[in-house]
């Protein structure tokens, strides 16, 4: 796929997320029923209605402007065998939703097999818009685009690190391994779920690490993340496309002094 094929695919995917927006806000803030998927181990894994409708109605634009396309979701599964696929997490951050916190998003991601070609978040109560892809890194609010940049010469000794919650990350060597990234760091902050990603794409943030991530969680983010600058990986320093273990850093050489941290180097 050329760049203007790209840059016209992400154009209607913005939108379509944009559209999307309003359908989570009926639910946002108000008395809602919460279901638990139970995770492995008892641990809480809620959905509501907002994601349920949110993912049906992005499955619905996207077949009719992209047929053929494959489509992966969180709660309705994959459909398709195109190497092309859209894959969705109409409410990433659930906790933070039903919490009635604004960190949550809408994220969608363009893959052709392995390589995330394109991706956005989208925050509708603030009205927040964040697309990569190619080189392109952009921030929409109202009137207000700009351009993405993350900081470039951010280090560890002055860094802000974001995790959705350490005991994300698995006992024993990853807990420890955030624990000395953290000690090392000029600011810890906690929460955040993909808002903390757009923030480091903002420049905002520094480093994001976070484990138990499903692809759908960080396939979207990952192109928002290199286009502004930013490097993202897994433990074994593998672009996350299958999810996990999750490493996102402000610039190649930040990366690289958690990573060193996280394996005890």
Same mark, same amino acid.
């Given at each position: 796929?050329?760049?203007? /094929?790209?840059?016209?695919?992400m154009?209607?995917?913005?939108? *379509?997320?944009?559209?999307?927006? @309003? !359908?989570?806000?009926? #639910?946002?803030?108000?008395?809602?029923?919460?279901?638990?998927?139970?995770? @492995?181990?008892?641990?809480?894994?809620?959905?509501?209605?907002?994601?349920?409708?949110?993912? /049906?109605?992005?499955?619905?634009?996207?077949?009719?402007? =992209?047929?053929?396309?494959? +489509?992966?979701?969180?709660? #309705?599964?994959?459909?398709?065998?195109?190497?092309?696929?859209w894959?969705i997490?109409p409410?990433?951050?659930?906790?933070? =939703?039903?919490?009635?916190?604004?960190?949550?998003?809408?994220?969608?991601?363009? $893959?052709?097999?392995d390589?995330?070609?394109?991706? !956005? &978040?989208?925050? @509708?109560? &603030?009205?927040?818009?964040?697309?990569? =892809?190619?080189e392109?890194?952009?921030? #929409?609010?109202?009137?207000?685009?700009?351009?993405?940049?993350?900081?470039?010469?951010?280090r560890?000794?002055?860094?802000?690190?974001?995790?959705?919650?350490? =005991?994300? *990350?698995a006992?024993?060597?990853?807990?420890?391994?955030?624990?000395a990234?953290?000690?090392?760091?000029? &600011?810890?902050?906690?929460?955040?779920? $993909?808002?903390?990603?757009?923030?480091?794409?903002?420049? $905002?943030?520094?480093?994001?690490i976070?484990? *138990?991530?499903?692809?759908?969680?960080?396939? @979207?983010?990952?192109? +928002?993340?290199?286009?502004a600058?930013?490097?993202?990986?897994?433990?074994?320093?593998?672009?996350?496309?299958?999810?996990?273990?999750?490493?996102?850093?402000?610039?190649?050489a *930040?990366?690289?002094?958690?990573?060193? $941290? &996280?394996?005890?180097?």
């Amino acid at each position: 796929m050329n760049i203007e /094929e790209l840059k016209s695919h992400m154009a209607i995917a913005r939108q *379509l997320v944009e559209d999307a927006g @309003p !359908i989570s806000l009926d #639910y946002f803030r108000k008395p809602l029923v919460v279901d638990d998927k139970q995770m @492995p181990d008892n641990v809480f894994d809620p959905v509501t209605e907002a994601d349920r409708r949110v993912e /049906e109605n992005l499955r619905e634009g996207l077949a009719k402007h =992209f047929p053929g396309y494959s +489509i992966v979701g969180e709660e #309705y599964g994959s459909e398709g065998d195109s190497n092309l696929r859209w894959v969705i997490d109409p409410i990433d951050g659930t906790r933070a =939703f039903i919490s009635g916190v604004p960190a949550w998003g809408v994220l969608l991601g363009l $893959c052709d097999g392995d390589e995330c070609l394109g991706g !956005i &978040m989208h925050q @509708p109560y &603030m009205g927040e818009t964040f697309v990569g =892809f190619g080189e392109e890194a952009r921030f #929409y609010r109202g009137d207000v685009a700009q351009t993405l940049q993350t900081r470039n010469d951010a280090r560890l000794e002055d860094a802000i690190v974001y995790c959705t919650h350490p =005991f994300m *990350l698995a006992e024993g060597a990853e807990q420890n391994g955030f624990k000395a990234v953290a000690e090392r760091c000029r &600011m810890q902050r906690y929460g955040g779920d $993909c808002y903390s990603y757009a923030l480091l794409a903002h420049g $905002c943030v520094d480093l994001v690490i976070e484990g *138990l991530l499903q692809p759908y969680d960080i396939i @979207p983010l990952i192109p +928002i993340i290199r286009a502004a600058g930013g490097v993202v990986t897994n433990l074994e320093g593998e672009v996350p496309v299958d999810g996990g273990t999750v490493i996102a850093a402000a610039n190649a050489a *930040l990366h690289q002094e958690a990573m060193d $941290c &996280m394996h005890g180097r």
